[in-house]
């Protein structure tokens, strides 16, 4: 089956920036789209991003002007550019795809780790 794989996380200072990437171990026939959430230890899952299959993209309100969620050509692989992190940006970032059929997000990556120090 499909998987999706997440790279890039990391350890970064406040105010620095980090490069995410999801990539689709095959080619996804028909997807909705694909979005990036995060979940906090304590906190409930919150969507990030999310690019529609027409290119569109929704951001939530306090990553807006920080964050950029962006596709390669192939539609299979996507990124997440943040920029300006803060502390509270900290949590497991999870790459998901919404394929066509499913009622919400139905693929998800292992998720890859984001810590941001003071």
């Known amino acids: 089956q499909v998987q999706l794989v997440e790279s890039g996380g990391g350890l970064v200072q406040a105010g620095g920036s980090l490069r995410l990437s999801c990539a689709a171990s095959?080619?996804?026939?028909?997807?909705?789209?694909m979005g990036w959430f995060r979940q906090a230890p304590g906190k409930q899952r919150e969507l990030v991003a999310s690019i529609m299959d027409s290119g569109a993209t929704i951001y939530a309100d306090s990553m807006k002007g920080r964050f950029t969620i962006s596709r390669a050509p192939h539609r299979n692989t996507i990124f997440l550019q943040m920029s300006n992190l803060e502390p509270e940006d900290t949590a497991v970032y999870y790459c998901?795809?919404?394929?066509?059929?499913?009622?919400?997000?139905?693929?998800w990556g292992q998720g890859t780790q984001v810590t941001v120090s003071p």
């Open positions: 998901a795809a919404h394929r066509v059929g499913a009622r919400e997000y139905d693929l």
């Open positions: 095959r080619s996804i026939e028909s997807i909705n789209a």
